[in-house]
């Protein structure tokens, strides 16, 4: 009997997959592509950022289906901003909400369009300047190192500085 239920249970294993193949499923689930928080988690060079954008009630907007842009600082680029306007940031969630929302726009605007445009509008509501000069795209003062990391909601380029709205 035991015997007889083995076999029952791999023929219907083989019929599922014979099914799934013949109406073109995929045999394995296909892994979505990660988003704008996933991406900058998972680099490990955007851990203050990441943290703040949660704290600020950010991350599931910039998790959603978007798209949009981000100026994205480094580790490295939080660490040039005094640690009292970091720990004053932290503690007004609508003023770090500001700041970090000034690092976004809305729509997918790639490195090609951005070396096009002079000005960008933020999810701030205010403009970031952009700038190319000696073959190097600057956002503000921020000069962007890495463009193009794409996400599935959008699209990510690395700054070496903090964007701070006046």
Avoid: C, W
């Amino acid at each position: 009997m035991r015997k007889i239920m083995l076999v029952a249970i791999a023929a219907v294993a083989v019929l599922a997959v014979a099914i799934g193949t013949a109406t073109g499923a995929p045999a394995r689930p296909v892994a979505k592509k990660p988003n704008i928080v996933q991406v900058a988690s998972k680099a490990g060079n955007f851990k203050t950022l990441v943290a703040l954008v949660k704290k600020a009630g950010l991350a599931g907007t910039l998790s959603s289906k978007g798209p949009f842009t981000v100026f994205a600082p480094t580790d490295a680029a939080f660490k040039k901003v005094p640690k009292a306007t970091l720990d004053a940031l932290a503690k007004d969630k609508k003023k770090l909400k500001a700041v970090l929302l000034y690092h976004v726009v809305k729509g997918k605007v790639p490195a090609s369009k951005v070396v096009t445009i002079d000005s960008a509008k933020t999810l701030n509501g205010k403009s970031v300047a952009i700038e190319v000069m000696d073959g190097k795209v600057y956002v503000n003062d921020a000069q962007v190192t890495t463009p193009d990391v794409k996400a599935r909601n959008g699209i990510i380029h690395v700054i070496d500085t903090v964007l701070i709205p006046n």
